[in-house]
């Protein structure tokens, strides 16, 4: 059987472009690029639907490469975050990605898997890639960003505690979340409270540390024991153990992150101790695993989306150009039943 | 205190173009193409040396914009998965990174949330920004990739059971995981075994449902209730009450995701019932979060890695441009203690 297409009877053509376009709508190509690009200049609603008309017969579609030349931009952000396989992470990327997506940007998502190094090379493929502007949830307090400096590409600290001179950063208060966590725990009548704390690469001081020290100060108590451990499941686990191990075994942790929370979980589930009953918990973060955790974790909640928007709008949205600032956004005790609430 | 930097002194400048860095390494332009694309043409290791110096030197950065127009390549390429909050997919997001980046390929993210016109709008997004390629974790067996097949954009689709006619796909065998998931709970003793099935907008048959009839017909065993909903925590969550009010009230569940297994356990939990001595319970999908859920979850586990691998080499590696073909990758039983083993 044979069959004819279109193509077998017409002569091969190359892509439409602007210029066909414009003949087919009966405007200048100019006008073309104002309807495609959404400006600079305004076009009349019925001449944007003659060319909107015009793109859509012909099949049309703008090409990206030489837009982004022609504009001078390539309408992409890049983000980089340490560890996707923490949800509050892939929660913050995601939310990014929609931000993004709002103002017609696309997103690079790039993991540095904590590792400096790796950040390192992300930044200078970003600005190899001339995107916008890049979103960086960085491993350091003074990440290096002289690639995207000399590329002139802005850029914009995500969950970041610090005010890097200079910098556009969004972040919480998190002495002040890790405060009302750790005096909730006192609340609950406990008068030795360990800390979990999270470390980096980096290994710098973490205001969740001062907000701990802060809330048993205030209370009269004196320091529990810390145990110190990367930021995740498996630094959970260990730290938790350290805990069960210590001559002066708390009653009550707070965790620096969900992720250790869960591991610490694990370690005292194992070792045949019930939360809250043995031990009270309370984590730092606010992401969907510590909702489905047993028992549910009582946790100080980041707002990642507004975070995720204040980011994007000072990068490539309204605030973008304007001088550096820090974006403090408060954050909320989400009580549930690690803490020994009912 | 007075300090004087370079950009003081020297009058300011704009971009280094491939122009300055062929004056200045004492090649043509051509020349200078070749060193930035590696090709087409070889360069000698000398004059490679003497433009790298130069790039160096003079700080050259090659314009991304104008290689992809010039190359025809944007060397990006386009992923969409339904849910990044659950970290199979998110754990998938980042494997694909990694072999994007192998490949020097940037990956563009973006989340369909399981939304079928969302998948649509980032699919025709895609298109428009000619990335090289899509990878592509639909909703549906058979997803509408016309937007790509008119751009000439290749795909794969990714973690998919079908054998969809004329397309590369990428794979676990999702009947024989789910029997070795179901046998496994007969071996413990089971007669009574349930199913959490996850459903998608599509609602289409899934193998995972027919791997656990196949194996209780294999074991002479009668159709224990079936709990359907969404593939989610939540999902989970809903369908653990559903089976504990079930008037024939199994002794074991085949979850079809490692996150209807973890909102299972919250239900569980919740209702005073202890996993495994009340339950047993088998998983799905192998991710991070089945390690740490009390208890921990035996799992049938996907190959995350290789399939991401699987599906990037196909579409911009070796396998680019070979004849479609469904990559089928085994799947593996862990075992922890969910499932009754010690």
Redesign the interface.
Known sequence: MYSMTTSAVHPPRGPVTRKDVARYAGVSTAVVSYVVNGGPKRVAPATEAKVQDAIRVL?Y??????R??KLGS?E?IGLIIPD??N?FF??L??AV?DAA?ELGF??????SDGDLAKERRHIR??????VDGVVLASVLSEPDLADLE??EIPSVLLSHSERPAGLTSVGVDLAAGARTAVEHLVGHGHLNIGLAMGTTTANEADDREQGWLQALEGAGLQEGPIARSAFT?EGG?AAGKRLLASGHRPTAIFASSDMQA??I??AF?EAGFSVPEDFALVAFDGS??A??????LTTVEQPVRAMADAAVRALVGEGRGEPPRHHVFPTRLVVRQSCGCP
């Open positions: 099949g579609r703008p090409n990206a490469a030489a982004a030349l390539s992409t996707n396989s949800p892939s929660q990327a995601h990605e997506a696309a997103l690079f998502l790039t993991n493929n970003l600005a190899a890639r001339q000399a590329a499941r686990y869960v591991g979980l694990r589930h969907v695993e909702e489905y955790s047993w028992p549910p």
